[in-house]
């Protein structure tokens, strides 16, 4: 067995001082029972807690870390900006740099504007689409997570789902009023909703790969049905890519299936591990964000340059050609040899993928919304996270959460991940 002494002292200590002992709850390991591992260092593939104990890393800081942890060309990036002062608050040219190298890669969007979460990225879209539009209603998808924001909160994925308050306490009826949400999936429901309601709706917030309920993926005509009807009636559609950016393909989910939102917020890859998001759309849309219009929007941290500097040089460093062939050939290997060890292992799972973000399901129905990726066998799921985990990998610590792999990862990490999937399927 492996120890953990140390991660069990430093969580009991962290406990007395901060709520649940961890300062974002999908960290804490509630749903699959022990004890968070408190974390020393990470490299490449890698990540080491403060017991010693190494780990191949499915989590990469749920997400951001796609190029691997501590990848050099960025560490000596930050180190070099460091040394010329870590914030400002006026502008520099990084924060151009950054702008113009996500805009080349995003085309839907002309302007964009740097915030330091997924969460700002998602509340200041949806705000500037309200403006726009002058309307007030927000559509979003069961299931889906766009941060921690008041009015989207409502039937909210991620650690909401794990921890059974999908809706939470402190949200006031008022603001969730003005939130609808519909099933993942369901063009009639979606089609019915919209041509009753569209006049008071503001936008379509919508993870276009559902990457906080495992991974769901948009079956095909779906996010179509969704461009068409929204055009048509003015309402604003907002990809919420801070998960799938830069990881589905370089282009993100709208590269991936060929659709082009309104606006995008971006999140996680494209901060290199340092706190960023953005929004962005079209110029029309953007004009509206203060100074350039009425409405506000601001960030006393927001474009700071190391957060920009980590950010463009792991853009850049994944501009380099044939990664995403490498990491996409890498990733159909992990699946193939997942898929493989839990039918070897006689267990009933799904398994689905978009690029290099996945998930496994322990169920034998087919995971297509939130209610079919509920069904989900937890029990199971925890015994497998625990197994995979007593062997070396380290997984996020909730069936409803996707993972990642990284340029980092190798075929050794692959081979030694399956073989363990196999042995913790096979003892579940
Ligand atoms: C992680 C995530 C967010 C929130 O980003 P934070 O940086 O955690 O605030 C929003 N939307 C999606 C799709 C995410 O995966």
Same mark, same amino acid.
């Given at each position: 067995?492996?120890?953990?002494?140390?991660?069990?002292?430093?969580?009991?200590?962290?406990?007395?001082?901060?709520?649940?002992?961890?300062?974002?709850?999908? !960290?804490?390991?509630?749903?699959?029972?022990?004890?968070?591992?408190?974390?020393?260092?990470?490299?490449?593939?890698?990540?080491?807690?403060?017991?010693?104990?190494?780990?191949?890393?499915?989590?990469?800081?749920?997400?951001?870390?796609?190029?691997?942890?501590?990848?050099?060309?960025?560490?000596?990036?930050?180190?070099?900006?460091?040394?010329?002062?870590?914030?400002?608050?006026?502008?520099?040219?990084?924060?151009?740099?950054?702008?113009?190298?996500?805009?080349?890669?995003?085309?839907?969007?002309?302007?964009?504007?740097?915030?330091?979460?997924?969460?700002?990225?998602?509340?200041?879209? %949806?705000?500037?689409?309200?403006?726009?539009?002058?309307?007030?209603?927000?559509?979003?998808?069961?299931?889906?997570?766009?941060?921690?924001?008041?009015?989207?909160?409502?039937?909210?994925?991620?650690?909401?789902?794990?921890?059974?308050?999908?809706?939470?306490?402190?949200?006031?009826?008022?603001?969730?009023?003005?939130?609808?949400?519909?099933?993942?999936?369901? /063009?009639?429901?979606?089609?019915?909703?919209?041509?009753?309601?569209?006049?008071? %709706?503001?936008?379509? %917030?919508?993870?276009?790969?559902?990457?906080? /309920? $495992?991974?769901?993926?948009?079956?095909?005509?779906?996010?179509?049905?969704?461009?068409?009807?929204?055009?048509?009636?003015?309402?604003?559609?907002?990809?919420?890519?801070?998960?799938?950016?830069?990881?589905?393909?370089?282009?993100?989910?709208?590269?991936?299936?060929?659709?082009?939102?309104?606006?995008?917020?971006?999140?996680?890859? %494209?901060?290199?591990?340092?706190?960023?998001?953005?929004?962005?759309?079209?110029?029309? /849309?953007?004009?509206?964000?203060?100074?350039?219009?009425?409405?506000?929007?601001?960030?006393?941290?927001?474009?700071?340059?190391?957060?920009?500097?980590?950010?463009?040089?792991?853009?850049?460093?994944?501009?380099?050609?044939?990664?995403?062939?490498?990491? @996409?050939?890498?990733?159909?290997?992990?699946?193939?040899?997942?898929?493989?060890?839990?039918?070897?292992?006689?267990?009933?799972? !799904?398994?689905?993928?978009? $690029?290099?973000?996945?998930?496994?399901?322990?169920?034998?129905?087919?995971?297509?919304?939130? $209610?079919?990726?509920?069904?989900?066998?937890?029990?199971?799921?925890?015994?497998?996270?625990?197994?995979?985990? @007593?062997?070396? /990998?380290?997984?996020?610590?909730?069936?409803?959460?996707? $993972?990642?792999?990284?340029?980092?990862?190798?075929?050794?990490?692959?081979?030694?991940?399956?073989?363990?999937?196999?042995?913790?399927?096979?003892?579940?």
């Amino acid at each position: 067995m492996k120890k953990h002494s140390l991660s069990k002292k430093l969580f009991s200590q962290a406990k007395k001082v901060i709520p649940g002992g961890v300062n974002s709850p999908v !960290r804490a390991f509630r749903a699959v029972g022990g004890n968070p591992l408190f974390i020393e260092k990470a490299k490449g593939s890698r990540i080491f807690d403060v017991d010693g104990n190494s780990y191949i890393d499915y989590v990469l800081s749920w997400g951001p870390m796609i190029l691997g942890h501590a990848h050099p060309r960025v560490v000596a990036a930050l180190k070099k900006a460091t040394e010329k002062g870590t914030s400002y608050g006026a502008p520099t040219s990084l924060e151009i740099e950054l702008a113009e190298l996500v805009l080349k890669v995003y085309p839907a969007m002309d302007k964009v504007r740097m915030v330091n979460s997924g969460t700002e990225a998602t509340m200041s879209a %949806i705000r500037v689409a309200r403006g726009f539009t002058g309307r007030d209603k927000v559509v979003k998808f069961e299931g889906c997570y766009h941060g921690h924001a008041d009015g989207l909160l409502v039937k909210a994925g991620s650690g909401a789902t794990t921890f059974g308050v999908p809706d939470s306490p402190g949200v006031p009826k008022s603001y969730a009023q003005n939130t609808i949400t519909l099933p993942y999936n369901d /063009i009639p429901a979606l089609t019915r909703m919209v041509e009753k309601e569209w006049r008071k %709706i503001a936008c379509v %917030i919508i993870e276009p790969v559902v990457g906080n /309920i $495992g991974c769901v993926l948009p079956k095909p005509g779906f996010l179509e049905a969704l461009r068409k009807l929204t055009r048509k009636h003015g309402i604003v559609l907002i990809f919420d890519e801070v998960m799938t950016g830069f990881r589905v393909s370089f282009g993100g989910a709208q590269a991936y299936y060929g659709i082009k939102p309104d606006m995008t917020c971006l999140g996680k890859v %494209i901060g290199g591990g340092l706190p960023v998001g953005a929004y962005g759309g079209k110029k029309e /849309i953007m004009s509206m964000v203060s100074p350039e219009g009425p409405v506000y929007q601001a960030g006393t941290l927001s474009g700071n340059p190391l957060a920009m500097t980590a950010g463009i040089e792991t853009i850049k460093e994944l501009l380099r050609p044939g990664l995403y062939a490498a990491m @996409e050939k890498r990733s159909a290997m992990l699946e193939e040899g997942l898929k493989d060890a839990a039918k070897r292992a006689g267990a009933k799972t !799904r398994f689905y993928r978009a $690029g290099s973000m996945f998930c496994t399901y322990f169920t034998d129905t087919d995971v297509r919304d939130y $209610g079919t990726a509920k069904k989900a066998d937890t029990g199971k799921f925890s015994r497998f996270f625990t197994g995979m985990l @007593e062997r070396g /990998i380290n997984l996020a610590p909730s069936q409803f959460e996707a $993972g990642f792999m990284s340029l980092a990862h190798t075929e050794k990490d692959i081979d030694a991940t399956v073989t363990a999937a196999y042995e913790a399927i096979k003892k579940i």
